[in-house]
């Protein structure tokens, strides 16, 4: 299967154990237990000895099936899926983080993924150094011996910064620190987290993966080449698992105790979605690189964000890391807040609604929004204007698009 495409790995990929009745499609086990035959067996199941599944909690077949396509087109060592976004964030970090230990990161980060950082791990006694990562040095300068995690979003939402995935890992590994990554901008069809040097992969799979928005999922993607013995809090897994123990420590505990594993129904949706994701991003994404030269020559819009333009001053990394067509999601300005919300109240097409990469054109005003219960001192620091739109592109035309958004302008 290594000489297959996409498409075709994805397609092949064999179930855990054959069908009783060759169904062509991973049935969905709605079952929260599973009979033994033995008690010797039950033991060996729970223990670990085998991988035969003991409560949906903890795996479930169809939930695995989905795993495993993940792991045949990322060439990952072990996915894990669960229920959002946010739950791949904290178990990851969970796993790793300890009192008195530091993450480096950018104030440049989703609402929510902020306030976790933020709001919920302090008390903790975990500190959050915010740095610019797009000044490798200013990086290097705040590193230390208890930095667990450096983390960043490959594209920032919705400030569009892109940092040089390479240099950071690199500043990383030299500090015997894990660079993990928020890759749901760019699906993994597209970007190989794994040739830019990152350890940990975090995908939000209600957007890309989901297609038409079928259910909330995340996945943490494990490429197990991170020398864990480095880690003070994964130190003595590692002395038995070596590079595994991340993965060790995630599911035998971490996963197990915070009780977010993705639902059966949810992983055959998105089972399904995976076969036309790069179908799927290539339309969306090549209709947002169209819409945003278009939206460029349009009076009334101030600026216009996204990556994938030539005069866009992260192009050259965008284009490196991502090829021509960095995702699917632009922001753009208009004139102020009053004049934004004139201009979506008008939009006929595109959908006011928050999400991304759905099958639908989605617009949000995210300083009002995912951020609207930020101070405005702190929307200023991770620069969130009033004056930002969000726009996640669907799979209707540019033309189409296009017209929408001049006629809500006429009026705005």
Partial sequence: MDDFNFESKLLSTPFPKKDNYNSLSM???NTAAYEFDTAEEMEAAF??????????????????????RVKTVTGAFAVTALNSGMAAITNTIMSIAYSGCNIITSRHLFGNTYSFFVNTLKPFGVEIRFCDLTKVEEVRENIDSNTCALFLEIITNPQMEVADLAALS????????????????VPFSAFHAKDFGVDIEIVSSTKYISGGATGLGGLIIDYCVFEWSHAPRLKEIALQFGKNAFFVKLRQEIHRNFGAYMTPQTAYMQTLGLE??????????????????????????????????????????????????????????????????????????????????????????????????????IRDKMNVSDKTLRLSVGLESADDLLNDILQALNGA
Avoid at 55 to 67: D, G, K, L, W
Avoid at 285 to 290: G, L, P, V
Avoid at 304 to 324: H, M, R
Avoid at 336 to 358: E, G, H, P, Q, W
């Fill in 47 to 68: 223990c670990g000895r085998t991988p035969e599944c003991t409560y949906s909690r903890i795996a479930n077949p169809t939930v695995q099936y989905f795993e495993n």
């Fill in 276 to 377: 036309t994701l790069d179908i799927r991003f290539q339309r969306e994404s090549r209709t947002c690189a169209e819409l945003s030269e278009r939206l460029k020559t349009i009076p009334g819009i101030e600026n216009v964000n996204y990556t994938g333009l030539p005069d866009n001053p992260y192009f050259d990394l965008s284009l490196k890391q991502f090829g021509p067509y960095p995702g699917a999601m632009m922001t753009f300005d208009l004139a102020s807040k009053k004049v934004c919300y004139s201009f979506m109240n008008r939009l006929k097409l595109i959908r006011r609604a928050t999400n991304l990469f759905d099958n639908k054109s989605l617009i949000i005003h995210p300083a009002s929004t995912i951020f609207g219960t930020f101070a405005q001192e």
């Fill in 27 to 29: 049935p969905i086990y």
């Fill in 170 to 185: 690199a500043v990383a590994h030299a500090n015997h620190v894990p660079l993990i990554a928020d890759s749901t901008i």
